[in-house]
């Protein structure tokens, strides 16, 4: 069993700066790969940033703008989010698959309850 807890979420103006961090505890964290998703309202959740070992995916609407990164050592994720705008609020999750296209293609084994990003305008 894994278990994903998020944090770092919160209120930030356009233009700014977010880091969300993933503390992971359970199975060998750095076996899996590790994902961001978001939803925002009314929507349905979608794939935001995967990272597994050297490889890395990131959604078109974030790249150039979002960074995934890991520290196995602390068995955390992180997203950096920089340049945020509205469009980018939603509920972030994070979650965990042994292979990283299933999480490329919205399937994981393990989900974090979430956390908020609101960027006003």
């Known amino acids: 069993q894994v278990k994903l807890v998020e944090s770092g979420g919160g209120l930030v103006q356009a233009g700014g700066s977010l880091r969300l961090s993933c503390a992971a505890s359970?199975?060998?964290?750095?076996?899996?790969?590790m994902g961001w998703f978001r939803q925002a309202p009314g929507k349905e959740r979608e794939f935001v940033a995967a990272?597994?070992?050297?490889?890395?995916y990131y959604a078109d609407s974030v790249k150039g703008r979002f960074t995934i990164s890991r520290d196995n050592a602390k068995n955390t994720v992180y997203l950096q989010m920089n340049s945020l705008n509205p469009e980018d609020t939603a509920v972030y999750y994070c979650?965990?698959?042994?292979?990283?296209?299933?999480?490329?293609?919205?399937?994981?084994?393990?989900w974090g309850q979430g956390t908020q990003v609101t960027v006003s305008s």
């Open positions: 359970g199975r060998t964290f750095s076996s899996y790969a």
């Open positions: 979650a965990g698959d042994p292979v990283i296209i299933k999480l490329r293609r919205g399937v994981s084994s393990y």
């Open positions: 990272r597994s070992g050297s490889d890395t």
